[in-house]
């Protein structure tokens, strides 16, 4: 009997993959980076496609709203994974604890991953409504606030989408953490416990490293999740008071899909690709240890 | 056991370096080879006059060269609209298929991105007869050469004949094509909660600009009625348009065109009164007379706050909206919404808002004498008659939704005439003919035929966001929008 | 457990409670109100007229009130269409996902093979491409090239090819965890690569791959952008494009509560049938733990 070797055996596995990486990246690339080389406009109809070369690549960069739409971009992203990976590994933790009532909890917890991105973008919105949400009402309730008032403001626009983001996306991520914690030997908490260490080193030292790959799966997942964000902007703020949550992702869908600008949209998601990547890059880099095989 | 246990590669710096530039030099090289090969076709050059254009390039799905015509049952006639009451649409399509024995297929598209919808739809070609379009799409459309000229109906003297004279000429292009038939006609403009205008003691002093609205705002807000009088339509949202800036600044008699009416250039800059009336925007934010995340809200979200009975001014809001917040199980403030008159002296406006049409337009298409009978017959039964002669599809709206309509007749029909009266409670006959006054002293700006209308519209909004929120001061506001304005237009000579 | 560390701990699932349930509860609270409750202040937590006229106008059921005036009053046939649309939609391409990204996982998750860390990076950077850009090639394909704008074919398959690479990395962590001793006996007892991962490592890997199966289906479900540009005001019409425009223009606050807290129904109740496989969805790093 003929044997694959090892490799054709694995590359015979992998191939639908590979087709489908040619189908998603070349083609999308392929086409949008030729969108990138010309100024492409249905509305002139006379001169659809003008050649320009790299001049978009360069106009691009020098439109003052890319460097803000830029800086929000990772406002965003930095808060949305942050209060994401905290209350993840908070409420991972808190799951992993006996509890009575545990799997109700477990089963309520992943509900909000559940209901779609742009719902929770209409419900968020909602919630926060200066006439009319429950944020307002809950102040005023308590005697916080004396009236209804803004809540969400040119300030503070990107936070608030970021938190109710954050409210969508962490639910999944206690499901990443969740298993991984319960095969943490309860011997080596015990042991660091008799040698005087305090619960957050014991966290610290025993609980994180024992996350560490799931850890980076997580975060690279998420951090590409929250930079490419759309709908959510698109149902809670439209580009947020006055531009405040204007992100390239909306920025990109504005220009390609509305203005129908396809040259600067495609220029623009090109670097937000870039942005992307060199993000992931990051990560792999700072959180990838290979140990050395232990057997 | 037969894995071979290589050790694995420590991921480092250069092997990622070295895999992400083989990715670059992939799709670079691929990218010059999709700009060869998979180019997608031009769509359609437009000469203004002539026989229907296909683009030679275009591959399409559908049947292209010959046009083989099907019965109506396996080629209905494809009708988008946008989601406002699709079930009145959809009764009157099955009114249509009944007297026309015909097959009707009604497309939902959401409003939010309608138009943008659209517009892919007729670059693409997909399957569409007749589609909702407004304001200044159907210009943009009929300049592309993507929708028909309705003086080809076969009722068309009579259809022209039977519509209000200044829709006709709104409808018509600069070289004579009729693009489309009226749907429904609007022209935004301030309503006033009543209520909160009683307890301040300006029931009877109407404002007569927009100025003096501000001014009305700040004595409620100084009473102490309400903290937010204001409720203003400032959303820069592309699709929705802006309306409020041009139209304050075309009704105004300090005002003006934006353009010059013949030749389209930007006659507008710092010097003229579009730097004051955003000064007055600016002071009226400044001052908290509105909610600071007024740039947000969406039309849904006005009404919501109008109807909360929270603001006294909603400026502005289309007329139809009336029922809505006069229905005492939707509204605080039925029965005390109403109308704001115009004035009559030399600083009054000359009307509120800008004239609009909703209207049907008809794609251009190569369809064959027997397809082409049965969409003009769709086309005449919504905007115009059905078969038996009656103005059934306008007078419905008007009926039901409070929609004006394009046709005299209707208008003044008097069971339509009724129906608006019981929807203004307040002043009722009084606050119908208020609204039959802006309804013919309102006008539409020359502009609106441009191409670049809708791009210019949407940088007037983001302008003025970011003046009125002070992030520009109102020069480089003004500044930034004649710029634009004539980016766009330099693009669209090309 | 002290005391302390007791009432600690169910504070915070008080706590946690709260943070998942308050917004969901509200968004339901609102859905069976009146307009003119929502405007209440300060709000109503239990609505003092409760009403189901909202879910009745969603389904085309008779009601006894008229609403006046504008209001995008949604076809009831299209919605049930609609819902339709996406479970039919979701439901083949997960199962076309999962029987995939097994695969792939498991030869990422278990094999060594030249080129590996590469392929592995290459997952990841699928998802680097911002949606807008993929989705504008593919209006175009579908439009110009292959008839399927508009058809729920379609999007099967621009879901089929975003989904796999994620799902595929997410389970290539999971079958590394997978106790390789009972994989080694199979082999040592004479089954070959391919039957030994039928019969031994499939059942294994059964509750992640189940797992796999839920995310996908929730992917797909929810995906707002490409059902959007790809279907709307077509036959096809998932339900994410269908409430696009609602969200939007005229469709006031209960209404809106009502269509997304049933537009959740399925995915959430899915979740919840799915809920113990995904907590056992531990994930290893692959390549070391060889």
């Given at each position: 009997m003929k044997a694959l070797s090892d490799d054709q055996f694995a590359y015979l596995l992998i191939l639908p993959l590979i087709i489908i990486s040619l189908a998603m990246i070349v083609y999308p690339l392929a086409f949008s980076f030729w969108l990138t080389l010309n100024d492409v406009n249905f509305g002139r109809p006379s001169n659809v496609y003008i050649f320009t070369g790299f001049e978009q690549w360069v106009k691009v960069l020098y439109d003052p709203q890319f460097l803000s739409s830029f800086l929000i971009t990772i406002r965003f992203a930095f808060i949305a994974v942050v209060v994401s990976l905290l209350l993840s590994l908070g409420i991972a933790l808190l799951l992993n604890?006996?509890?009575?009532?545990r799997g109700l909890l477990r089963a309520l917890v992943i509900v909000p991953w559940a209901i779609p991105e742009y719902a929770v973008g209409v419900l968020w919105k909602y919630l926060y409504d200066?006439?009319?949400g429950l944020f307002n009402g809950i102040l005023y309730v308590f005697h916080i606030i004396p009236g209804y008032t803004t809540l969400m403001l040119e300030s503070n626009a990107v936070e608030l989408v970021a938190i109710a983001y954050s409210w969508h996306m962490a639910s999944l991520g206690v499901f990443f953490f969740l298993p991984g914690l319960s095969f943490i030997s309860q011997e080596e908490y015990r042991a660091a416990r008799i040698d005087g260490a305090g619960s957050f080193r014991r966290f610290w030292h025993i609980t994180l490293p024992h996350l560490r790959y799931p850890l980076l799966v997580w975060l690279v997942f998420l951090t590409m999740e929250s930079v490419r964000a759309l709908d959510i902007i698109l149902t809670m703020t439209?580009?947020?008071?006055?531009?405040?949550?204007?992100?390239l992702s909306f920025i990109g869908y504005k220009q390609t899909?509305?203005?129908?600008?396809l040259s600067p949209g495609a220029t623009l998601s090109y670097y937000l690709m870039f942005l992307t990547i060199a993000l992931a890059m990051v990560y792999f880099y700072v959180l990838y240890r290979p140990k050395k095989k232990a057997d | 056991m037969s894995e071979v246990k290589k050790e694995p590669e420590k991921i480092n710096r250069r092997s990622y370096l070295k895999y992400v530039g083989a990715g670059v030099v992939v799709v670079a090289v691929a990218g010059a080879g999709a700009y060869y090969a998979t180019m997608p076709a031009a769509p359609p050059t437009t000469p203004?006059?002539?026989t229907v254009t296909q683009?030679?390039?275009?591959?399409?799905?559908s049947p292209t060269a010959t046009v083989t015509e099907l019965p109506p049952s396996q080629d209905p006639i494809h009708m988008n609209i946008w989601a406002f009451r699709p079930d009145i649409v959809d009764a009157n399509s099955k009114i249509f298929a009944q007297q026309y024995n015909d097959n009707v297929k009604i497309e939902l598209v959401a409003a939010g991105d309608y138009n943008s919808v659209v517009e892919e739809k007729l670059i693409t070609k997909v399957p569409m007869d007749v589609f909702y379009s407004g304001g200044q799409y159907y210009f943009r459309a009929g300049r592309a050469g993507?929708?028909?000229?309705?003086?080809?109906?076969?009722d068309a003297d009579a259809i022209k004949k039977d519509m209000y004279p200044n829709f006709l000429d709104w409808l018509?292009?600069?070289?004579?094509?009729?693009l489309g038939l009226v749907y429904f006609f609007e022209v935004k403009c301030p309503l006033a909660n009543m209520d909160i205008l009683e307890k301040a003691g300006l029931?009877?002093?109407?404002?007569?600009?927009y100025e003096e609205i501000f001014d009305q705002c700040r004595e409620i807000k100084k009473k102490g009625?309400?903290?937010?009088p204001l409720l203003a339509d400032w959303n820069p949202v592309w699709n929705d348009g802006p309306y409020e800036l041009y139209s304050e600044y075309m009704n105004s008699p300090k005002g003006g065109e934006?353009?010059?009416?013949?030749?389209?250039?930007p006659i507008f800059d710092?010097?003229?009164?579009l730097a004051d009336l955003l000064a007055s925007w600016k002071a009226a934010y400044d001052d908290n007379l509105?909610?600071?995340?007024?740039?947000?809200?969406?039309w849904g979200d006005r009404q919501a706050r109008f109807s909360s009975g929270?603001?006294?001014?909603?400026?502005?809001?289309?007329?139809?909206?009336m029922p809505t917040y006069n229905d005492p199980t939707r509204s605080k403030i039925a029965g005390k919404a109403s109308l704001v008159p115009l004035g009559t002296g030399?600083?009054?406006?000359?009307?509120w808002g800008t004239g609009l049409i909703g209207s049907y337009c008809m794609t251009k298409k190569d369809r064959g004498p027997e397809k082409t009978k049965r969409v003009n017959e769709f086309m005449e039964f919504f905007g115009w008659k059905d078969k038996d002669g009656n103005y059934r599809v306008a007078k419905e709206w008007a009926l039901q939704t409070n929609l004006q309509s394009g046709i005299p007749a209707v208008a003044e029909d008097p069971d339509v005439v009724k129906s608006f009266i019981s929807n203004l409670p307040y002043r009722k006959d009084k606050d119908y003919a208020i609204l039959l006054d802006i309804t013919s002293k309102c006008k539409q700006p020359k502009?609106?035929?441009?191409?670049?209308a809708i791009e210019f519209i949407y940088s007037l909004g983001t302008w003025s966001t970011k003046a009125v929120s002070g992030t520009v001061s109102i020069k480089d506001a003004i500044t930034g929008m004649r710029t634009d304005a004539e980016n766009l237009i330099k693009q669209y000579q090309q | 457990m002290t005391i302390v560390g007791r009432i600690v701990r169910y504070l915070c699932a008080v706590l946690l409670i709260i943070w998942i349930g308050l917004p969901i509860y509200w968004m339901f609270n609102m859905s069976i109100m009146l307009e003119i409750e929502t405007y209440s202040v300060p709000p109503?937590?239990?609505?003092?007229?409760?009403?189901?006229f909202w879910y009745r106008i969603m389904f085309g059921l008779p009601v006894t009130h008229q609403l006046a005036g504008a209001v995008g009053v949604m076809n009831a046939a299209l919605f049930t269409h609609g819902i339709y649309n996406s479970i039919f939609v979701a439901l083949p391409t997960s199962l076309a996902v999962i029987a995939v990204s097994s695969l792939v996982a498991y030869a990422f998750g278990r094999l060594n093979f030249r080129h590996k860390n590469a392929l592995l990076f290459s997952l990841l950077t699928?998802?680097?491409?911002?949606p807008i850009s993929i989705v504008i090639p593919y209006f175009i394909f579908f439009t110009v090239?292959?008839?399927?704008?508009?058809t729920t074919y379609g999007l099967m398959i621009m879901y089929f090819i975003t989904i796999v690479p994620m799902v595929s990395w997410i389970l290539t962590g999971y079958f590394a965890s997978l106790p390789i001793e009972i994989e080694r006996a199979s082999r040592i007892d004479g089954c070959t690569r391919t039957s030994s991962f039928r019969r031994v490592i499939l059942p294994m890997a059964a509750p992640g791959v189940a797992a796999g199966f839920l995310i996908s289906f929730i992917m797909c479900y929810n995906e707002y952008l490409f059902a959007m540009i790809l279907?709307?005001?077509?036959?096809?019409?998932?339900l994410p494009a269908l409430l696009a425009g609602l969200f939007s223009h005229g469709t006031v606050m209960p209404l809106m509560s009502a269509l997304v807290i049933v537009a959740m129904i399925p995915p959430v109740v899915l979740a919840l049938i799915f809920q113990r496989y995904i907590t056992q969805l531990r994930i290893v790093d692959p390549v070391t733990t060889l």
């Open positions: 604890e006996p509890l009575k009532g200066a006439d009319i439209g580009g947020g008071p006055n531009l405040a949550t204007n992100t899909f509305q203005l129908l600008n | 203004t006059t002539q683009a030679a390039t275009v591959t399409q799905a993507w929708i028909e000229d309705l003086n080809t109906l076969p018509t292009s600069s070289d004579g094509r009729l029931a009877d002093t109407p404002p007569t600009n009625i309400v903290q937010y934006l353009f010059d009416p013949k030749t389209f250039e710092t010097n003229t009164y509105c909610t600071k995340d007024i740039f947000t809200l969406s929270q603001h006294a001014f909603l400026v502005c809001d289309e007329p139809y909206d030399p600083d009054a406006c000359t009307s502009w609106f035929t441009q191409y670049w | 109503h937590f239990i609505p003092q007229n409760p009403v189901d699928s998802r680097t491409l911002p090239y292959v008839p399927l704008y508009g279907t709307m005001g077509s036959e096809g019409a998932t």
